[in-house]
């Protein structure tokens, strides 16, 4: 007989936790199954926080959660995020969540408790979101994998969730495995996931020169080969950095769904959640349009690449998990903003909505990034799930 979860949480990666979760529904497809529950989602009867002590606004209840009980799986309680999911490292106002497996380092985020209550083996998968990498990033760190859903895909539902962005906001899975992930895919969506071979599948490698460290470039590159040992046909790829699109794009919608809040001279974020959205609020009509004119170009830029490549793979991460505190990471090409390094290599597929999966790698602490064609996720995740199986 297994042994209970550890729910001692020296991690801090639990926002709530009921006495008694709440129960899914007997008898469904995701019955046995166990949940977390980001803490941007609407529960009834449970807080919701966001991670912050400011105020934040109602949500209502989570369409996306109420199904998934519904289909059978079971809600253990909420976890911590990035406050308000504004960032890439866990860091919040309830004393910050770290690593599962070294103390010292951060999760990553937003969805940061998400990552580490699957990692620990507390749940069986975790409900999180992305907006420019919040499920990917800390899925890689953690050494969990993680599926960000096209955009708008009809079963993965934000209502009854705070927004951060809502043109790049996603909720999607966190899980140990894949094999979980397209389980509760396919209970959403009513259709089976089938394994899809590699043979003859055109895979655009995005490795940019200097991006990354050596440890993230070789488990890349190792990724790629053995995608080639399996028939894939793998070709390097260029797509541009597109911070300067989505950018101005989140801050400035995230400074509008927390207006209310800015209104006071210290509504109880941290300093550099503060900063963050009061600099979307300065933004002008202008400045916000020509990001939006800017994210068209790189669409059309996108959907050229995926008429020569069906799937593109990517790393996750810049490196492997920084130290808590640490503000820059060195990468091939020099010392660099942790937030720039990180969300260069994610945020480009949430500000242009395609289904993307984050995969463990060889290397600890290190995932990469397999990118499918829009509306093309349960393909993507065939393939993910043949991967998987063969590894």
């Known amino acids: 007989m297994s042994s209970p979860p550890d729910f001692s949480d020296p991690q801090r ?32 009867g449970w807080p919701l926080t966001a991670s912050t002590r400011a105020p934040v606004p109602e949500v209502g209840e989570s369409v996306l959660v109420r199904r998934l009980l519904e289909l059978g799986a079971s809600a253990v309680g909420k976890t911590h995020l990035h406050e308000v999911a504004l960032g890439i490292t866990g860091l919040n106002g309830y004393g910050s969540t770290t690593h599962p497996f070294d103390a010292q380092r951060v999760p990553g985020g937003s969805s940061s408790g998400a990552a ?9 998968f975790a409900l ?40 790049c906001d996603h909720a999607g899975p966190l899980a140990r495995n894949l ?47 053995d995608l080639e040992r399996r028939g894939a046909e793998v070709t390097p790829v260029h797509l541009p950095e597109m911070l300067d699109a989505y950018s101005p794009i989140v801050l400035s919608e995230a400074a509008q769904v927390h207006a209310e809040a800015l209104q006071q001279a210290d509504p109880g974020f941290q ?14 009509e202008a400045e916000v349009q020509q990001a939006f004119d800017r994210r068209t170009d790189y669409a059309w830029l996108l959907n050229g690449v995926f008429m020569a490549f069906d799937v593109l793979l990517a790393p996750a991460v810049p490196t492997p998990p920084p130290l808590i505190g640490q503000d820059e990471v060195t990468v091939g090409e020099g010392v660099l903003p942790l937030r720039r390094a990180v969300l260069r290599l994610t945020a480009p597929f ?3 909505g395609v289904p993307t999966v984050s995969l463990p790698t060889a290397a600890p602490s290190v995932g990469v990034q397999l990118i499918g064609r829009h509306g093309e996720d349960d393909r993507l995740l065939g393939l993910g799930l043949a991967w998987e199986q063969g590894t």
């Open 116 to 124: 580490v209550s699957v990692a620990l083996e507390q749940v069986d």
């Open 179 to 225: 094999a979980t992930i397209t389980r509760v895919q396919a209970a959403l969506t009513g259709r089976p996931i089938q394994p899809q071979g590699w043979t003859g599948v055109r895979v655009g490698l995005w490795l940019p020169e200097g991006w990354t460290d050596d440890a993230v470039r070789d488990a890349t590159l190792a990724f790629a080969a």
């Open 271 to 284: 300093p550099f959640t503060l900063s963050a959205l009061r600099q979307g609020a300065a933004l002008t």
């Open 13 to 44: 990666a639990w926002a709530y936790r009921p006495a008694e979760p709440l129960a899914g529904a007997a008898g469904g497809p995701l019955s046995g199954l166990t949940f977390s529950v980001k803490d941007l989602f609407g529960v009834p």
């Open 350 to 352: 949430s500000l242009l």
């Open 128 to 167: 999180g979101t992305d907006t420019g990498g919040s499920i990917r990033v800390p899925a890689a760190w953690c050494g969990v994998a993680g599926y960000k859903p096209t955009k708008g895909h009809p079963d993965w539902s934000t209502q009854g969730a705070l927004p951060l962005s809502w043109t």
